[in-house]
């Protein structure tokens, strides 16, 4: 199946809503601000919002508070996301009474389920704009009709994607940091696992063609991007559709002057070839850092999770990637209490992330997902057992996590500064450092008087607090 491609550049009908409110717009200073929940995809998608709404003559604020038009960028990957979400929706109420033009808009992957979007409708009557993913392009259009409909009921846009193959090119892109930049280079996924919600939310797997990333990866190089972190929901099977390879892409990109580093995520197991192993000794502006999703160590519940590798074929990957490339770190996702995870099967769990030492790892307890697999199986974990098994698995990779970073004590690495921490960096304790990563991907806290954002620098590492490094410019 082919995708569809919008590009926004000729659309007419999203230039003609984005000309009418630039024209609403003139003279009058509107603010928009947008909440983003979830993955670093859905980070991007709001750097696209962001694009669009200043293309269309908001200015971002610092604070929903004062802003014009306020938009909140879903998950729905665990009900946890899903919680926060209805949460703020309860605050925005609020603030809608104290101002009755505010627009509120709520978008991607939650609203992509239309069960959900149709009880948004019916329940949340002060959100005027309710989108799917994949609906960037209708933005315009959905804010104009919030501005100038008058009649409360047509003032409200609901707007889903059936079409799951769609491809936006050529977006305005906002981002939120120069030095390092998001691209994305495929969306969606085809792999159903079966606790997952993602493929009924972000549509089948389709890839951006290389000449559009590429053009892309030159553009930020030319606009002081170093480094370029490669986003998909399987990036492994990049390029599946277009006979071009996910290593070809990583050795294009590697070519490109000005670009420095390049990452990507998320890979799955079963989709990592040996050519791409390859890439990690071949290529020198690939970083050794590896997220590597394994979920269990239980080959029953691999099996149950429909993720067509046991713990053997893992580890060979692993081992394979380390002959390959020595200095690599491999981070992980591990999720407990997955419907029939018996002791044994957490044990085994455990026994993998002993074996793996992974460098960092996403834990979680399992959340059914509505029209999963999983969802249906009738041995579910209760609560307080999965709770009990993540705190157990926090406790052990938690203790390998601080191991792996002390051993950086007394090195000297390699770090890409990103200049001062941010304030949303919780990570930071002391706000007026610096903070650079190793190509290992570990952030290093410094002190220096200049800001060095983008500079590649060495430092020489003092101390080491969890996953963190702190050190001194040599
Ligand atoms: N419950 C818990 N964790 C989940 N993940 C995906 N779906 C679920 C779920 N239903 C985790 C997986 C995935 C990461 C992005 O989120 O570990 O790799
Ligand atoms: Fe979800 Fe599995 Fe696809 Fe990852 S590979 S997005 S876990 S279905």
Redesign the pocket.
């Known amino acids: 199946m082919g995708s569809n491609i919008i590009n926004l550049s000729d659309n007419a009908e999203f230039n003609k809503a984005v000309g009418e409110l630039r024209q609403i717009n003139t003279g009058i200073i509107r603010h928009y601000y947008i909440y983003t929940f979830g993955?670093q995809m859905n980070v991007h998608d709001s750097e696209i919002l962001s694009g669009i709404l200043s293309e269309c003559g908001f200015h971002p604020s610092p604070k929903a508070e004062n802003a014009d038009v306020i938009l909140i960028n879903t998950c729905c990957?665990?009900d946890h996301a899903e919680q926060k979400t209805l949460g703020l929706l309860g605050t925005l109420k609020e603030l809608k009474a104290q101002n009755p033009s505010l627009v509120i808009g709520i978008i991607g992957c939650m609203t992509q389920q239309l069960d959900f979007a149709k009880k948004i409708k019916a329940k949340f009557p002060y959100v005027d704009i309710i989108l799917g993913t994949n609906c960037a392009d209708k933005l315009p259009a959905a804010v104009l009709n919030a501005y100038t409909v008058e009649d409360s009921k047509k003032r409200r846009t609901l707007y889903h994607d059936d079409n799951d193959s769609s491809i936006i090119e050529n977006a305005p892109v906002k981002r939120s940091r120069s030095v390092t930049s998001w691209l994305n280079i495929m969306y969606g996924c085809n792999n159903f696992?079966t606790?997952?919600?993602?493929p009924y939310v972000r549509g089948r797997e389709r890839s951006r063609s290389p000449e559009a990333i590429l053009r892309e990866v030159k553009e930020l190089a030319e606009n002081g991007t170093k480094e370029i972190t490669l986003l998909g929901q399987n990036v492994n099977s990049y390029g599946k559709e277009l006979d071009y390879s996910f290593a070809r892409l990583i050795r294009e990109i590697n070519k490109v002057d000005g670009i420095e580093r390049i990452r990507f995520m998320?890979s799955h197991p079963k989709d990592i070839s040996d050519e791409l192993i390859s890439a990690f000794g071949e290529c020198e502006k690939l970083c050794e850092h590896l997220h590597l999703?394994l979920?269990s160590g239980s080959d029953k519940i691999l099996k149950d999770m429909n993720r067509k590798y046991d713990f053997a074929k893992y580890s060979e990957i692993t081992k394979k990637l380390r002959q390959t490339q020595p200095a690599i770190e491999i981070s992980t996702?591990?999720?407990v209490g997955f419907p029939g995870e018996t002791d044994d099967d957490f044990k085994r769990t455990l026994d993998a992330v002993e074996e793996m030492r992974f460098s960092f790892a996403?834990m979680?307890?399992?959340?059914?997902?509505n029209g999963?697999k999983?969802a249906a199986m009738e041995n579910q974990i209760p609560n307080a057992l999965k709770k009990e098994r993540l705190n157990t698995l926090i406790a052990k990779q938690n203790e390998i996590s601080a191991q792996i970073s002390s051993e950086y004590i007394g090195k000297t690495v390699e770090i890409l500064s990103e200049g001062r921490v941010s304030d949303e960096d919780e990570d930071a304790v002391d706000k007026t450092k610096q903070m650079g990563r190793t190509r290992t991907n570990k952030k290093v806290y410094f002190v220096g008087d200049d800001d060095t954002s983008g500079k590649i620098l060495h430092a020489k590492i003092n101390n080491s607090v969890s996953v963190t490094l702190g050190g001194e410019i040599v």
């Open positions: 993955c990957i665990r696992c606790y997952c919600i993602v998320t999703p979920q996702d591990i999720i996403f979680f307890a399992y959340s059914p997902r999963t999983a």
